[in-house]
């Protein structure tokens, strides 16, 4: 069984459409997993009682009043009813086969994360008939794959949310995710690219819950907070920078990368090794300074 976990804007407008038709999907999984929302914003505890979902209100926040990223994934870990935990994006549809597809990952310690495809959505799904496939059909044929540090998703056992020792991170801004790969992986955790098995949707939406808009979102303080926190964008992964592949003949390791990327990833993950091997790179064509 799987525990899903996120936190929502206010239930109003576009967002309480998008929010609703998102977490009605995870509602539909086979087996049902366990939903914990937290946040104590306009219309969130009515959804989670319509999906029989666990509401948290009290949620820890920065000076800004934006809820923190490591204490929604600690207080997960306490309370979760089951052993694996996703966090996603309450904008995020996912499929109904999810916690089938995460049983066939046969390695014990993984992240699990993986690409979306951004698809505009006007109304509210229906979910009945096979909505699944039209919905599946909609997005290969109008939705467009979004970049790859771009990470809406993820998914590991409980016991290594503590290893993972988060920084004060503020969610919904930019850069978290990313470090959150990054700290994985430097742990020799394996992280694993689902894009191949799951078809996630990203109902694309404006920035009007912030007051500056998408550059307040993108570019504005708590950006730069954020970006500060994980230690500079050197400790910034993208999905591409995953170990292994999910496809449909099983786990394959990720043979994309360039060997100057490989070379790269490793010198962060042992700085020890970090001067000789950015020298290496700088060696085989990197055009800016080793150093």
């Not at 996120?6 to 366990?34: C, D, V, Y």
């Not at 992240?111 to 509210?124: F, K, N, Q, T």
């Not at 590991?156 to 959150?180: E, Q, V, Y």
Request: hydrophobic residues 40%; glycine residues 6%.
């Amino acid at each position: 069984m799987l525990t899903i976990f996120t936190t929502l804007k206010p239930m109003t407008g576009h967002f309480a459409m998008i929010q609703r038709n998102a977490l009605r999907s995870w509602h539909m999984m086979l087996p049902r997993p366990e939903i914990i929302m937290f946040d104590n914003t306009y219309g969130v505890d009515k959804l989670a009682h319509e999906i029989e979902a666990q509401y948290v209100p009290n949620v820890k926040r920065n000076d800004k009043g934006v809820p923190l990223v490591n204490f929604m994934f600690n207080k997960a870990a306490e309370i979760a009813s089951n052993d694996y935990l996703c966090y996603a994006n309450a904008d995020i549809i996912l499929p109904q086969l999810l916690p089938y597809i995460i049983s066939q990952v046969n390695v014990h310690q993984f992240l699990v994360i993986g690409r979306r495809i951004d698809l505009a959505i006007d109304h509210e799904l229906s979910f009945s008939g096979d909505w699944q496939r039209d919905l599946h059909d909609l997005a290969l044929t109008k939705g467009h794959m979004h970049g790859d540090y771009g990470i809406d998703y993820f998914i590991l056992h409980r016991s290594l949310i503590s290893k993972l020792d988060m920084p004060d991170f503020a969610i919904g801004r930019p850069c978290w995710d990313n470090w959150f790969t990054y700290r994985a992986s430097s742990l020799d955790i394996p992280v694993i690219d689902l894009t191949k098995a799951v078809l996630s949707i990203h109902q694309e939406h404006d920035y009007s819950h912030h007051p500056d808009g998408i550059k307040g979102v993108h570019h504005g303080e708590e950006a730069f907070d954020n970006l500060a926190l994980t230690g500079g964008r050197d400790y910034l992964f993208s999905i591409s920078d995953a170990d292994l592949l999910l496809t449909g003949t099983g786990l394959q390791r990720n043979s994309n990368r360039s060997l100057r990327r490989r070379l790269k990833l490793f010198s962060i993950k042992r700085t020890i090794l970090g001067m000789p091997l950015r020298i290496i790179r700088y060696l085989l064509g990197k055009r800016s300074r080793p150093f």
